[in-house]
């Protein structure tokens, strides 16, 4: 297998798994915080995805965000303009956090996703080497990937497990 095939087939199990935890919850649920200074579902979806628009659209492809392009930042209730994606916020910007329904957090979700999976189809052998200028510094296209698995797998773990404490996986 390839390295653009195996980006691709985590890339797409661990979407199918993040939205297979996230089925069927009620916005209680989907706003509930083990501790005051815990992360929600909504909150770790809301980040997950943002992380994976700012990865590709904005690090990789140089691109605006989907989240600015396509008006998700406002069609998630956030003011025009906020370029926030909940990388080192506080106990209190965690605890403060409104969490958007899920069914539109779901549609950015699913948008973000197929333009990564298109941008990976695409993608070159020697691409994965092209260095890239970076808010965190010069790296390669492939580097900025590996962090995005470790991301999204990382935050869907967290979603099924808190989706697990609530009710269990399959109720």
């Known amino acids: 297998m390839d390295t653009g095939n195996f980006i691709l087939d985590v890339v797409d199990n661990t979407y199918q798994a993040m939205t297979r935890a996230v089925d069927g919850l009620t916005p209680e649920e989907l706003a509930f915080q083990p501790g005051k200074e815990s992360n929600s579902i909504g909150f770790i979806?809301?980040?997950?995805?943002?992380?994976e628009d700012h990865m590709v659209q904005g690090m990789i492809r140089q691109?605006?965000?989907?989240?600015?392009?396509?008006?998700?930042?406002?069609?998630?209730?956030f003011p025009k303009g906020t370029t926030d994606d909940g990388w080192g916020y506080t106990a209190g910007q965690v605890g403060a956090f409104r969490v958007p329904d899920l069914k539109s957090l779901l549609q950015y979700a699913e948008v973000v996703h197929a333009q990564t999976v298109k941008y990976i189809q695409e993608l070159t052998p020697e691409g994965y080497d092209e260095a890239i200028k970076s808010p965190m510094g010069e790296m390669t296209v492939g580097k900025i990937l590996a962090?995005?698995?470790?991301?999204?797998?990382?935050?869907?773990?967290?979603?099924a497990y808190l989706r697990g404490l609530q009710r269990g996986l399959d109720k």
Request: glycine share 8%; charged share 15%; hydrophobic share 40%.
């Open 63 to 77: 691109v605006p965000q989907l989240w600015e392009s396509e008006n998700w930042c406002e069609k998630l209730g």
């Open 147 to 159: 962090l995005l698995v470790g991301e999204i797998t990382l935050h869907t773990g967290q979603i």
């Open 45 to 51: 979806l809301w980040h997950q995805t943002r992380a």
